[in-house]
């Protein structure tokens, strides 16, 4: 009974959603993996596999209201500086779900963050899935891998300046020509609309640097629930939300 009554409001929200204000780009910050597996007894495993089970069918629910863009934020650069007994699994789990979207042949894969932070193994993994997938029409997926909001502003100002650098252009000169669009080119996520959303799970009701010059005009949406428990009526409320906001883009 419960899962009949769960799928028929899972269906009332849908068939209530505006389809003229369902986000381009959804960004998501999975959190509360390990505070999953804890509560459940489980080591911190069970919880990032938990997590990772749980991405397609977001995916599968993005594609069906025709969300054009995903960034799902699977790992920081700060987690990177976690002891090898745990970096080390979380790493063959995050290899092993990019491999299976990738696999699907329904989404294009694009991974954004500081590759060469990671692994030689992660970062070919996250490589050959782009390459595989570059020809994929329909959704587009972001997986934000060895990523942090600071480390992309400082690779997008260091690409920048080498660019200007070959080109002959002087300090000055770039001074004088520089503006926001110049960065927003050199970001990970250069040619894409900026995401409309941000969802995080677990409670949290902060960014830790998610998409930090990206986000400048997103809507934030936070969800009680751990990554793992995140339910297809806790997307649909975030759309929901989204589509009853008056966004004034600073006006």
Known sequence: ????????????????????????????ILDGNRRWAKASG???SRGWRAGADKVEELLGWCEEIDVEVV????LSTDNLNRP????????????????????TGRWRVLPVGALDLLPDET?????????????????HVNV???????????????????EHASKGTTIEDLAQLLDVEHIAEH????GQPDPDLVIRTS?????????????????????????????????????RAYAARGRRFGE
């Open 187 to 190: 970001l990970y996520t250069k």
């Open 1 to 28: 009974m419960r899962d009949l009554l769960y799928g028929f409001y899972a269906r009332r929200l849908e068939s209530a959603l505006d389809h003229e204000q369902i986000p381009r780009h959804v960004g998501v």
């Open 84 to 103: 090898d007994s745990e970096l080390r699994p979380l790493l063959a789990i995050i290899e092993r779900l990019v491999t299976e979207i990738a696999g």
């Open 144 to 162: 934000a891998v060895g990523y942090g909001g600071r480390r992309e502003i400082a690779d997008a100002v260091r690409s920048l300046l080498q």
């Open 203 to 239: 409670g949290e009701q902060r960014l830790s640097g998610f998409l930090l010059w990206q986000s400048a005009h997103s809507e934030f949406y936070f969800c009680e629930a751990y990554w793992p428990d995140f339910r297809k009526v806790d997307f649909l409320r975030a759309i």
């Open 71 to 74: 960034t799902l934020w699977l």
């Open 123 to 139: 970062a070919r993994i996250l490589k050959d899935a782009a390459d595989r997938t570059a020809d994929v029409p329909g959704l």
């Open 42 to 44: 489980a080591p911190k």
